[in-house]
């Protein structure tokens, strides 16, 4: 069985940070990629950040480049999201995903690329 839980999220004032966490079980570790996603209310649900089975950084959103850090722990099956300088724009859900093959630039951003999807964890950012 395939799963990933996301944890890490909350409430937070304008300008802190938080790590998310999410854990991986069953194949999906082996996964060619792993990205964060988010969605806001009566948004689609977009790329935040991607990272490659080696550790390799697929991109970050300009919304979050200098602000966000992704990484992979492949020991211990968590990819992580470190989240900086926190703006009331974060205010989201975010979502971990898993793709089993890999993808290409622009391609890795769409949700089309991801097999594996976590229920989520809310980050909410007050002004």
């Known amino acids: 069985q395939v799963q990933l839980v996301e944890s890490g999220g909350g409430l937070v004032q304008a300008g802190g940070s938080l790590r998310l966490s999410c854990a991986a079980s069953?194949?999906?570790?082996?996964?060619?990629?792993m990205g964060w996603f988010r969605q806001a209310p009566g948004n689609e649900r977009e790329f935040v950040a991607g990272?490659?089975?080696?550790?390799?950084?697929?991109a970050y959103a300009d919304f979050v480049k200098g602000r966000f850090t992704i990484s992979r722990d492949n020991r211990n099956n968590t990819v992580y999201l470190r989240m900086n300088s926190l703006k009331p724009e974060d205010t989201a859900i975010y979502y971990c995903?898993?793709?089993?093959?890999?993808?290409?630039?622009?391609?890795?951003?769409?949700?089309?690329?991801?097999?594996?999807w976590g229920q989520g964890t809310q980050v909410t950012v007050s002004s």
């Open positions: 069953g194949r999906t570790f082996s996964a060619a990629v």
């Open positions: 995903a898993a793709g089993i093959y890999y993808c290409l630039g622009s391609g890795c951003y769409s949700v089309s690329a991801y097999d594996y």
């Open positions: 990272i490659r089975r080696g550790g390799t950084i697929i």
